[in-house]
């Protein structure tokens, strides 16, 4: 894990249990396979090798098991024959790095040369959809994710998202349930994972109980995952049970170092009155975005806008807006930018930006949110009242 060391408030945490959690019994199970895999020879073992670092790193959200996943991958090209190696894993951890230029890169040089199985035929096909999304290509990424739909866990999880963030909640739903039932495999993550997009929709419609009642089964999937403890720690801020809340995020930020996390804690110790400590989270977590900006500054710039908008620079928090945008010009990263060009001062390149959002089906609460405040601030009250009316019928829907 990245060196950050846990900045402890004057407030102690309630002491945790240390009881083994299906959390603790998947990532030995995933280090157990990482180390029987290593004991075998050749380029696809280590293909094999980093494909299980990468899992590793999404379920522990350490950046270090990225870094292991890319020293594994350069060993495994240096063994394989030319013109061969991991293509379509090295691209599937470009994508998750938000380095989508080199995906395709890697994407078009494993379709150049003939792929071996349909297993990797259809991967390439969800990647490629999902760079679209991405991208802001929705048209090439919706036929992709409709004609893939029922065939896969992993593909009724991508149409899922798609419905979601393009406003259509029923639809979104239906695809998880779909995925739900399609996945058959021993890793509990995926499971949990659907429990928690449930949620996350239902916090995108200010259903604060329901979102609750999704995590809680996020948990029984999979007791003591960081990221579904924090999630549930981010209701009970929004509930106003801030002293549960600080405990649960202490908690969280202690086991990740996640300057995502400091930051949501700095804000609850804010609200309790309690300057010191979140004086000392934001800047645990400025030290903590320098040191992820460092390393891998593609994956980290759009999760630090939301820090230096709030705590940094302005100017720092554009640029990284705007690098992020460049990368993945899609509806997220227009909104954030969009975000970023207000905070500037520059509500008119800001509006023009929204315009693009609304020309493309991205339909999210927070675009409506930044919409309307730009229209406020180009003093259009009657545009930002629509706007925030369009944002109240989302969550009804």
């Known amino acids: 894990m990245l060196t950050i060391a846990f900045l402890a408030c004057a407030h102690t945490p309630t002491e945790q249990p240390t009881t083994e959690t299906g959390y603790d019994r998947e990532l030995a199970a995933l280090d157990e396979r990482i180390e029987g895999e290593r004991g075998l020879q050749g380029w696809k073992a280590l293909q094999r090798v980093a494909q299980l670092q990468a899992e590793r790193a999404r379920l522990t959200g350490d950046y270090d098991d990225y870094v292991d996943a ?5 060993q495994a090209f240096a063994l394989a024959p030319p013109g061969s190696g991991p293509l379509l894993t090295r691209a599937a951890l470009h994508y998750t790095l938000h380095r989508l230029p080199e995906a395709r890169a890697d994407l078009a040089a494993a379709k150049a040369r003939p792929l071996q199985t349909s297993a990797q035929r259809q991967a390439a096909s969800e990647l490629e959809a999902a760079v679209a999304f991405q991208s802001g290509a ?24 798609y419905r979601w963030k393009t406003g259509d909640f029923e639809a979104a739903h239906e695809a998880l349930a779909h995925a739900e039932a399609a996945y058959h495999g021993r890793a509990a993550v995926p499971r949990a994972w659907i429990h928690l997009q449930r949620g996350l929709m239902d916090l995108d419609r200010g259903r604060l109980d329901d979102a609750l009642a999704h995590y809680s089964d996020a948990d029984e999937a999979l007791d003591g995952w960081w990221l579904v403890e924090e999630h549930i720690a981010e209701i009970h801020a929004l509930q106003g049970q801030l002293e549960l809340a600080r405990t649960e995020y202490e908690a969280v930020v202690e086991r990740t170092g996640s300057p995502e996390l400091m930051d949501a804690l700095a804000g609850v110790c804010a609200e309790l009155g309690d300057d010191r400590c979140e004086r000392m989270m934001i800047e645990g977590a400025a030290m903590a975005y320098g040191q992820r900006l460092a390393l891998y500054p593609e994956a980290t710039g759009g999760h630090a806008l939301d820090h230096f908008l709030e705590h940094g620079s302005t100017s720092r928090a554009l640029r990284l807006a705007e690098q992020n945008h460049a990368l993945r010009p899609g509806g997220e990263a227009k909104v954030v930018l969009a975000q970023a060009l207000l ?11 929204v315009q693009e959002v609304e020309a493309s089906p991205w339909r999210t609460a927070d675009y409506f949110e930044v919409a309307a405040a730009v229209a406020e601030a180009r003093g259009h009250a009657v545009l930002a009242a629509k706007q925030r009316a369009l944002g109240a019928a989302l969550a009804r829907s």
């Open 343 to 353: 905070a500037a001062g520059r509500a008119d390149e800001a509006w023009v930006v």
């Open 70 to 74: 890319e020293a594994t991958l350069e």
């Open 138 to 161: 929705y048209g090439t990424a919706l036929a992709s994710f409709t004609a893939a739909a029922g065939t896969s866990y992993a593909a009724d999880a991508q149409i899922a998202v």
